[in-house]
């Protein structure tokens, strides 16, 4: 069976890979389950120093897959995929570490939520984000909410959420999500690898301190947890 998540390791930088590119990289249990072990792995073992965050096959997420659990509205797993959504990007802000997210194609919904966790996007041209779920109907996983509010301030995550508006790499740049807007998937993974090559030669120390900080600056507290009982398909869509 191939893998949902891949990984690969050089000279400290740990690349993360959403593996599902038949179906632009949909967020399932078992993806996510294999995220939040590696994400565990790569803080307990404190050789990583710097993380990228990409998806396979000219996509980066297009939210969870709506196919996992059809005509089962009552499953169990609906609500493990929202809280594991939360708990990634919370292991995402906790590690020691600069997390970087090289994004292209639709970065959608919990897709979206998993890019806003890392300290740095960088997007190519072409790149689609939006959170769709209050137009459709859904709930967005607060977590997310949260997240997006401190990077962009709560009138501009206002018109986000609430309109599902479509967003380019672009937009995200001048909105402040995006660290920078490259011509195409290539540059991006060249731009991140280089950054994170150049931040895993500094003093860890120093690096580590700096992470902190600036992660300290939005709201206190761990992400919220969705709550049990409105286990809807909140956050959960593909692209169509």
């Known amino acids: 069976m191939t ?18 590119p038949d179906h632009r990289n ?52 609906r609500q493990r995929r929202i809280d594991l959504v939360a708990e990634s990007m919370a292991r995402l802000r906790g590690l020691p570490g600069p997390t970087i997210a090289a994004a292209c194609g639709p970065v959608l919904g919990a897709g979206w939520g998993l890019a ?13 984000f939006c959170l769709p779920e209050v137009p459709k109907g859904y709930r967005l996983p607060p977590a997310i909410t949260s997240r997006l509010r401190e990077v962009v301030g709560p009138v501009r995550a206002a018109e986000i959420i609430l309109t599902g508006s479509r967003y380019t790499g672009t937009d995200g740049v001048a ?6 807007c490259l011509p195409d998937t290539a540059a991006v993974l060249r731009s991140a ?4 090559q150049a ?42």
Do not use: K, M
């Open 26 to 77: 949909a967020l399932t249990v078992t993806l996510l389950e294999d995220l939040v072990t590696e994400l565990t792995s790569i803080q307990d073992s404190g050789q990583v120093r710097a993380v990228i965050l990409t998806g396979a096959g000219g996509a980066f997420c297009s939210g969870a897959d709506l196919t996992e659990f059809a005509g089962r509205p009552a499953d169990p797993g």
């Open 116 to 128: 806003l966790a890392c300290d740095l996007t960088y997007a190519a041209a072409g790149t689609i």
């Open 3 to 20: 893998p949902q998540l891949l990984r690969s390791d050089s000279g400290g930088i740990a690349t993360l890979t959403l593996n599902r």
């Open 175 to 180: 909105a402040g999500w995006v660290a920078r």
């Open 199 to 240: 931040l895993a030669a500094q003093p860890p120390e120093a690096i580590a301190g700096v992470v902190r900080a600036l992660r300290a600056c939005g709201p206190a507290g761990p992400y919220p947890r969705f709550p049990t009982e409105q286990n809807e398909e909140n956050g959960e869509h593909e692209d169509e």
């Open 193 to 196: 690898t280089g950054v994170a």
